[in-house]
């Protein structure tokens, strides 16, 4: 062995941090893409992109909507994304409200129902899909404990179902603060509350994604999952006893919308991203997943969802929801957070 | 490579210039270390302490943030249940591995290194695997969930599932100082106990319990410390029972609320530096238990005790081969709890879908740059503290910031870096985002108890190596490369070794860093399980076990080749 010369191997080490430091050389187009959508739909979504695109790429940052939603307020001064893709309208409001997004008018926009776009010209963002509330029900477990099967939201808030519902946590997940504002504008704020107090007796966790309450009553941990209708669906197509529930009041729901960052360097590849993202192509990849598609044209019926769906979902203030968004997680976080942990 | 080959004289030519070159190398080695150091722990931790008492603006609040905090009857909770559930943990675990060390070093039960192993197995697997597998025994579809009502519950989630995966995932190290602190006797107090007629209880409570005391007091620190500082545990078992690590989260992650962030980190860190400050005041304390005249004390074959002993370790290494196997089970079963047939779907969602595969050779490849990187810095970094002379001032400075990431929790760290090297003014800043900066955050965090390794194995090293040399004139970096490394490689390699399974297995650091293409395994075991995915998180899981238990099989190896290969001297060693 050789003596080592400890200045020669200092050097070598800090050769090694630079290596380790140095970003990959671009070759394509990066795009960095802001998203909530579910991980196991990026993929197709991705694929069918780069059919029509090969030349540029995307680097998905994905988290849950209430996540997103909060990093890309944090980072305003200086944003990192180019596009936000994928995001609840009610967030993309507040993008909008924040001077973040570029107006534009994707290829075809035409197409889009005027309730699935943002309304101004050009529109701030574009909708994709319509995600609403459904809750998944599993058979097996309700027999063994004579569980009634729930109809309505009301039904939730009696005591058969106490400690066995679970919900996603509204402050990090789309699916749980479109439950809420529905709650909200279904039974008016007042009725709404109380309602949530009583629905808060019987809940054995609030989790922190709009997937997992369907994972956990998919797998028997618990009776009842407030979700929607993609991940019921999924969860059922691979063998899980439940049912999928829409409860007869109304269905809480909101747009999944993609918009460009103003401030983005890549602006040629942002407006591809949006023009794909309301394409026949993008579409017929969406409808396989929701039952309703902004293009009401490539909507195509959904196994396991009612064919009135559209007719079930509440009346929807995207702007009032928007506004008090911070309003009503505080009030949420003070009745249901602050009190010590259920049970 | 033997003490000769150091000794041999240097040309006296270049003997002006080599002095010279060794006063700036041995300096600047120390101040180097000191300044890398500085940037990445102190500078980081001192950012915390900063933004606590500024706005979302950045503007001067003083004590606001801390008013808002107690006032927020949701964060205050938390402290007190991380409080609650560190303090069981510690009450549950340290006895429980106490029992198990004194089988092993003080009883005649058989097979004692297969225990040994087995006890240590946990240090393999994120504690997510620990959390992930008490589900599947015991969530509400459980494979033993008869058992809960048994003892008086009616749920896994929350305290009950959060002290048993801390059992599971803080065993080993509670565990391996017991053993240390077990490992000598001194066998005259026994025997003037027995002669006095004195009953068992009675010499273990006075004898053995009392040459234990300091060991007993460091793994309930450590088993204390671990417990409040734990994330994924909490995160995926713990239903509705927030804790702190739990509330960082939700402000920095979830709400980006920073300053908040610090201001829970700070209160995070207050426990664990109690912790710290109290093992180090007890150790200070520690006198030699063996002197010259001791006698080691071997014990003696019990019929009973040895029975009964053998059952409780037989007991302990089930506990830990259970959490372990369950897991590996429920990544290749179809659709728990409904369909058990075998399956490697989980694998292939995880790799396919999720887009995994990405994550686990990041883990990888950081796993591999923190044990390269890291053993060549803490090892340096030891002898540049140890062995060198001059720029005495600085030696203190180093030792405290060497032995500061003991009490610091991975997410407090994490929050620091992302306040320090986030901020635009910093021109570190191009860190961001980098494996560098996980690489460099892990090596931070699990620095100290490298360094201690380190600082040991030197210190074997008789002083007269560096002085000969000195006298000489042979550059200590000569002395470095031929003498002490060669002695001290079995050290390196554990070092190595330490940090990459370590870094295969952490996420309450690098769940702050990481970004889009330096995701790591460990921290999509979260988020999959975050996605209701607890069959792939399963897999995964059980994919880093597997990962971390061959890189140790492999490193044990080479550490016996290296043994037999350079070390031939400490079999041939002449007495002194």
Same mark, same amino acid.
């Given at each position: 062995m050789k003596p080592v010369h400890g200045l020669a191997w200092l050097a070598s080490v800090?050769?090694l !941090?630079?290596?380790?430091?140095?970003?990959?050389?671009?070759?394509? *187009?990066?795009? *960095?893409?802001?998203?909530?959508?579910?991980?196991?739909?990026?993929? !197709?979504?991705?694929? #069918?992109?780069?059919?029509?695109?090969?030349?540029?790429?995307?680097?998905?940052?994905?988290?849950?909507?209430?996540?997103?939603?909060?990093?890309?307020?944090?980072?305003?001064?200086?944003?990192?994304?180019?596009?936000?893709?994928?995001?609840?309208? =009610?967030?993309?409001?507040?993008?909008?409200?924040?001077?973040?997004?570029?107006?534009?008018? /994707? !290829? $075809?926009?035409?197409?889009?129902?005027?309730?699935?776009?943002?309304?101004?010209?050009?529109?701030?963002?574009?909708?994709?899909?319509?995600?609403?509330?459904?809750?998944?029900?599993? =058979?097996?477990?309700?027999?063994?404990?004579?569980?009634?099967?729930?109809? *309505?939201?009301?039904?939730? =808030?009696? /005591?058969?179902?106490?400690?066995?519902?679970?919900?996603?946590?509204?402050?990090?997940?789309? *699916?749980?603060?479109?439950?809420?504002?529905?709650?909200?504008?279904?039974?008016?704020?007042?009725?709404?509350?109380?309602?949530?107090?009583?629905?808060?007796?019987?809940?054995?966790?609030?989790?922190?994604?709009?997937?997992?309450?369907?994972?956990?009553?998919? !797998? $028997?941990?618990?009776?009842?999952?407030?979700?929607?209708?993609?991940?019921?669906?999924?969860?059922?197509?691979?063998?899980?006893?439940?049912?999928?529930?829409?409860?007869?009041?109304?269905?809480?729901?909101?747009?999944?919308?993609? #918009?460009?960052?103003?401030? =983005?360097?890549?602006?040629?590849?942002?407006?591809?991203?949006?023009?794909?993202?309301?394409?026949?192509?993008?579409?017929?990849?969406?409808?396989?997943?929701?039952?309703?598609?902004?293009?009401?044209?490539?909507?195509?019926?959904?196994?396991?969802?009612?064919?009135?769906?559209?007719?079930?979902?509440?009346?929807?203030?995207?702007?009032?929801?928007?506004?008090?968004?911070?309003?009503?997680?505080?009030?949420?976080?003070?009745?249901?957070?602050?009190?010590?942990?259920?049970? | 490579m033997t003490a000769e080959a150091a000794s041999r004289?240097?040309?006296?030519?270049?003997? @002006?210039?080599?002095?010279?070159?060794?006063?700036?190398a041995a300096?600047?080695g120390?101040?180097?270390l000191?300044?890398? &150091?500085?940037?990445?722990?102190?500078?980081?931790?001192?950012?915390?302490?900063? @933004?606590?008492?500024?706005?979302?603006?950045?503007?001067?609040?003083?004590?606001?943030?801390?008013?808002?905090?107690?006032?927020?009857?949701?964060?205050?909770?938390?402290?007190?249940?991380?409080?609650?559930?560190?303090?069981?943990?510690?009450?549950?675990?340290?006895?429980?591995a106490?029992?198990f060390a004194y089988a092993i070093q003080r009883t005649c039960i058989p097979a004692k290194g297969l225990w040994r192993s087995i006890a240590l197995l946990p240090i393999l697997a994120?504690?997510?695997? +620990? +959390?992930?597998?008490?589900?599947?025994?015991?969530?509400?579809?459980?494979?033993?969930?008869?058992?809960?009502?048994?003892?008086?519950?009616?749920?896994?989630?929350?305290?009950?599932?959060?002290?048993?995966?801390?059992?599971?995932?803080?065993f080993p190290h509670a565990v391996m100082i017991l053993l240390a602190s077990l490992s000598l006797a001194?066998a005259?107090?026994?025997? +003037?106990?027995?002669?006095?007629?004195?009953?068992?209880?009675?010499?273990?409570?006075?004898?053995?319990?009392?040459?234990a005391?300091y060991g007993?007091?460091s793994a309930?620190?450590v088993?204390?410390?671990?417990?409040?500082?734990?994330?994924?545990?909490?995160?995926?078992?713990?239903?509705?029972?927030?804790?702190?690590?739990?509330?960082?989260?939700?402000?920095?992650?979830?709400?980006?609320?920073?300053?908040?962030?610090?201001?829970?980190?700070?209160?995070?860190?207050?426990?664990?530096?109690?912790?710290?400050?109290?093992?180090?005041?007890?150790?200070?304390?520690?006198?030699a238990l063996m002197?010259a005249?001791s006698v080691p004390y071997a014990p003696?074959?019990?019929?009973?005790?040895?029975?009964?002993?053998?059952?409780?370790v037989?007991?302990i290494s089930?506990?830990m081969l259970?959490?372990i196997?369950?897991?590996?089970?429920?990544?290749?079963?179809?659709?728990?709890?409904?369909?058990?047939?075998?399956?490697?779907?989980?694998?292939?969602?995880?790799?396919?879908?999720?887009?995994?595969?990405?994550?686990?050779?990041?883990s990888l490849v950081m796993a591999a740059l923190c044990a390269v990187l890291g053993a060549a810095i803490t090892f340096a970094g030891a002898y540049w503290v140890e062995k060198t002379?001059?720029?005495?001032?600085? @030696?203190?400075?180093?030792r405290?910031?060497a032995m500061?990431p003991m009490?610091?929790?991975?997410?407090?760290?994490?929050?620091?870096?992302?306040?320090?090297?986030?901020?635009?003014?910093?021109?570190?800043?191009?860190?961001?985002?980098?494996?560098?900066? &996980?690489v460099?955050?892990t090596i931070v965090h699990f620095y100290s108890s490298s360094h201690l390794a380190a600082v040991t194995a030197l210190k074997q090293l008789d002083g007269e190596f560096e002085s000969v040399s000195a006298?000489l004139?042979v550059p200590f970096y000569r002395t470095f490369g031929r003498v002490t490394l060669p002695v001290c490689l079995p050290t390196v390699i554990d070092i190595a070794r330490y940090y990459f399974v370590n870094a295969m297995t952490t996420?309450?650091?690098?769940?702050?860093?990481?970004?889009?293409?330096?995701?790591?395994?460990?921290?999509?075991?979260?988020?999959?399980?975050?996605?209701?995915?607890?069959?792939?998180?399963?897999?995964?899981?059980?994919?880093i076990v597997a990962t971390s238990a061959l890189v140790t099989v492999l490193s044990l190896a080479a550490e016996h080749f290296i043994l037999r290969r350079t070390q031939a001297w400490r079999r041939a060693a002449a007495p002194a």
């Amino acid at each position: 062995m050789k003596p080592v010369h400890g200045l020669a191997w200092l050097a070598s080490v800090a050769a090694l !941090a630079a290596v380790a430091a140095a970003p990959a050389a671009a070759q394509k *187009t990066q795009l *960095t893409v802001y998203t909530a959508l579910e991980t196991d739909q990026l993929k !197709a979504y991705q694929e #069918g992109f780069n059919k029509a695109h090969p030349d540029i790429e995307i680097t998905w940052v994905r988290d849950s909507t209430g996540i997103i939603t909060a990093k890309i307020l944090a980072e305003k001064a200086a944003p990192k994304a180019d596009v936000i893709m994928g995001v609840a309208a =009610t967030s993309m409001g507040l993008f909008d409200a924040e001077g973040l997004l570029l107006p534009y008018a /994707p !290829a $075809g926009l035409a197409r889009v129902a005027a309730q699935y776009r943002d309304p101004k010209n050009p529109p701030a963002w574009v909708g994709m899909d319509v995600w609403g509330a459904t809750v998944c029900f599993n =058979t097996v477990e309700a027999a063994k404990r004579n569980i009634p099967k729930p109809e *309505t939201w009301k039904d939730l =808030t009696k /005591p058969a179902y106490k400690g066995q519902i679970v919900m996603p946590h509204p402050a990090s997940s789309g *699916t749980g603060f479109f439950d809420v504002t529905a709650w909200l504008q279904l039974f008016g704020e007042a009725e709404g509350w109380k309602f949530m107090d009583g629905l808060h007796e019987n809940i054995a966790q609030y989790m922190h994604s709009g997937s997992r309450p369907c994972a956990a009553a998919a !797998a $028997g941990e618990y009776v009842v999952g407030i979700s929607f209708e993609y991940r019921a669906n999924r969860e059922k197509a691979r063998g899980a006893p439940i049912e999928l529930v829409f409860p007869k009041e109304g269905l809480g729901w909101d747009l999944e919308a993609s #918009g460009i960052v103003k401030t =983005t360097q890549k602006l040629d590849a942002a407006k591809k991203l949006l023009d794909w993202s309301i394409s026949d192509a993008a579409m017929a990849l969406y409808a396989n997943n929701f039952a309703i598609v902004a293009v009401p044209a490539m909507s195509k019926p959904l196994p396991n969802v009612p064919a009135d769906y559209a007719s079930r979902l509440v009346k929807n203030d995207f702007a009032w929801a928007a506004k008090n968004r911070e309003r009503i997680l505080a009030e949420w976080s003070k009745r249901y957070e602050s009190k010590a942990a259920p049970k | 490579m033997t003490a000769e080959a150091a000794s041999r004289p240097a040309a006296a030519p270049e003997a @002006r210039g080599v002095i010279l070159g060794e006063w700036i190398a041995a300096r600047g080695g120390l101040v180097l270390l000191a300044s890398g &150091l500085l940037v990445f722990l102190t500078l980081p931790l001192a950012m915390i302490l900063m @933004r606590s008492f500024e706005d979302r603006a950045g503007a001067f609040v003083g004590l606001a943030n801390f008013v808002r905090y107690v006032q927020t009857p949701a964060l205050a909770q938390s402290t007190w249940n991380t409080l609650t559930f560190a303090a069981i943990a510690t009450v549950v675990v340290v006895p429980m591995a106490f029992l198990f060390a004194y089988a092993i070093q003080r009883t005649c039960i058989p097979a004692k290194g297969l225990w040994r192993s087995i006890a240590l197995l946990p240090i393999l697997a994120p504690s997510l695997l +620990a +959390a992930i597998s008490f589900i599947y025994l015991f969530g509400n579809q459980g494979l033993l969930r008869g058992l809960l009502p048994l003892a008086g519950l009616s749920s896994i989630y929350g305290l009950p599932g959060m002290v048993l995966a801390m059992a599971f995932a803080s065993f080993p190290h509670a565990v391996m100082i017991l053993l240390a602190s077990l490992s000598l006797a001194d066998a005259r107090l026994y025997e +003037a106990a027995d002669a006095m007629g004195t009953s068992a209880l009675r010499r273990f409570v006075t004898v053995t319990l009392p040459s234990a005391k300091y060991g007993l007091v460091s793994a309930a620190m450590v088993t204390f410390t671990m417990a409040v500082s734990e994330f994924g545990v909490p995160k995926v078992i713990g239903g509705n029972y927030p804790v702190l690590a739990i509330d960082i989260y939700k402000q920095v992650i979830g709400q980006q609320n920073f300053q908040m962030g610090a201001v829970v980190g700070l209160v995070l860190l207050v426990p664990a530096v109690v912790a710290f400050v109290v093992d180090a005041v007890v150790q200070r304390r520690q006198k030699a238990l063996m002197s010259a005249r001791s006698v080691p004390y071997a014990p003696r074959p019990a019929r009973l005790r040895d029975g009964l002993m053998l059952v409780y370790v037989v007991l302990i290494s089930a506990y830990m081969l259970v959490v372990i196997l369950m897991a590996a089970y429920g990544s290749v079963v179809k659709f728990w709890p409904y369909n058990l047939s075998f399956t490697f779907d989980h694998y292939r969602y995880g790799f396919e879908e999720a887009g995994v595969e990405h994550a686990y050779g990041n883990s990888l490849v950081m796993a591999a740059l923190c044990a390269v990187l890291g053993a060549a810095i803490t090892f340096a970094g030891a002898y540049w503290v140890e062995k060198t002379r001059g720029a005495d001032a600085l @030696r203190p400075v180093v030792r405290l910031q060497a032995m500061l990431p003991m009490a610091v929790p991975g997410m407090v760290l994490g929050i620091g870096y992302i306040l320090f090297f986030n901020s635009p003014a910093n021109p570190l800043n191009v860190l961001y985002g980098t494996m560098a900066i &996980l690489v460099a955050s892990t090596i931070v965090h699990f620095y100290s108890s490298s360094h201690l390794a380190a600082v040991t194995a030197l210190k074997q090293l008789d002083g007269e190596f560096e002085s000969v040399s000195a006298s000489l004139k042979v550059p200590f970096y000569r002395t470095f490369g031929r003498v002490t490394l060669p002695v001290c490689l079995p050290t390196v390699i554990d070092i190595a070794r330490y940090y990459f399974v370590n870094a295969m297995t952490t996420i309450s650091a690098v769940v702050f860093l990481y970004s889009p293409k330096t995701t790591l395994a460990s921290i999509s075991i979260l988020h999959m399980d975050e996605a209701g995915a607890i069959g792939p998180a399963a897999a995964m899981a059980t994919l880093i076990v597997a990962t971390s238990a061959l890189v140790t099989v492999l490193s044990l190896a080479a550490e016996h080749f290296i043994l037999r290969r350079t070390q031939a001297w400490r079999r041939a060693a002449a007495p002194a």
